[in-house]
């Protein structure tokens, strides 16, 4: 990458950055000002941006947020508000304030033996609406939850937490992927044994994608990856690579090549081939699919940082053409999984030892 493209992307995720901070009021899509998945999927980003750039006020920032809505945390103890707290193991490490990590812990130890599961062991997808999905799986939950108790299995070097990590893990891509294609369905129900409106979307791949390198990685020298769940990975990702179109994205549902292109869900999916590629899992031509994607979302920020062409926030809809009739609007979500795909041009450079995936 040039010195130039390496500047548009600093540049384009400095803008993101300020536009997710300023936030929006009342806004459901962009108020920041919320202990929820939506900013805390953002928080996540901008965790992983201080990481790349050092920028103090990037840190300064994150705290201040977590002390003017922490009050907010018990209100809905629920699997989608677990998402903020992935920030606490890196606040602890970056701060030493041990108050991080003894929340961590409370909220892991909820998870392990309170937090409703399905008859098949794997985390009922709750959320903070009025709505239950009662016996449901969902893709979003292994990015909203199952990372942070990777995280804190790393954090406080405890095999509970790795291996509860580990096995939703597994038990998502059981239940969830598809065997012909390789691609995700966004939902089971464990009631009914099926996958409802069984649609392949877009932002669902996305949120295992980019999230199993990253778990895999918090888990390296505590616990071995089953080959099973490597090979389930890999197929993932070949799977995704053949339904990306010339333009770098993918639609909204990812096998319905004349639906609409949505935004977050693409730069979730090419973050993923970034990660992958740079644990030398997957050969070049991942880092080639990724580059495109990353034209495209250059494209669709605009000049105040605000990331265009993301799906509003999306439960298992009823058939596939819902899915690509669904709004669009901006989201500290969609900028969240903009801003983690150009953090992986901020980060230091690939690994060039890929495997031939």
Not at 90 to 97: A, F, K, P, Q, S
Request: net charge negative; aromatic share 10%.
């Amino acid at each position: 990458m040039t010195r130039t493209h390496e500047q548009a992307c600093a540049e384009a995720a400095g803008r993101i950055v300020s536009f997710m901070l300023k936030g929006q009021p009342g806004d459901w899509g962009m108020d920041i000002e919320s202990w929820d998945w939506n900013p805390g999927v953002g928080m996540i980003a901008i965790l992983e941006y201080y990481e790349c750039t050092r920028k103090p006020e990037v840190l300064d920032h994150l705290i201040k947020w977590e002390e003017r809505n922490k009050h907010q945390s018990d209100r809905h103890k629920v699997i989608n508000t677990m998402a903020p707290y992935s920030i606490y193991p890196g606040l602890y490490e970056l701060t030493g304030n041990a108050y991080y990590v003894n929340q961590a812990v409370r909220v892991g130890d909820w998870m392990l033996t309170e937090a409703p599961k399905t008859r098949e062991g794997a985390f009922e997808h709750t959320v903070t609406e009025p709505d239950v999905f009662a016996e449901q799986v969902w893709a979003d939950t292994v990015f909203m939850a199952v990372l942070f108790l990777a995280r804190l299995a790393r954090v406080t070097a405890n095999r509970k937490y790795g291996e509860e990590a580990l096995r939703q893990l597994q038990l998502h891509f059981k239940l969830l992927q598809d065997e012909k294609t390789g691609v995700l369905f966004h939902g089971w129900n464990c009631a009914s044994g099926n996958h409802m409106s069984a649609a392949r979307w877009g932002r669902a791949n996305a949120w295992v994608a980019l999230a199993t390198p990253m778990i895999l990685q918090e888990l390296e020298g505590m616990l071995a990856v089953p080959e099973t769940l490597m090979g389930r990975y890999l197929q993932l990702l070949r799977g995704l690579k053949t339904y990306q179109a010339e333009n770098g994205l993918w639609p909204v549902v990812v096998d319905r090549r004349h639906f609409r292109y949505e935004m977050s869900g693409s730069a979730g999916i090419a973050c993923g081939f970034l990660k992958a590629a740079k644990k030398g899992w997957v050969d070049d031509s991942y880092v080639a699919a990724a580059d495109l994607t990353l034209g495209s979302l250059l494209e669709s920020i605009d000049d105040n940082g605000c990331v265009g062409g993301v799906s509003g926030g999306t439960p298992v809809l009823p058939s596939e053409e819902a899915y690509n009739a669904f709004e669009i609007r901006p989201t500290q979500y969609g900028q969240g999984l903009a801003l983690l795909l150009l953090n992986e041009y901020l980060a230091p450079q690939l690994n060039q030892g890929g495997t031939t995936s």
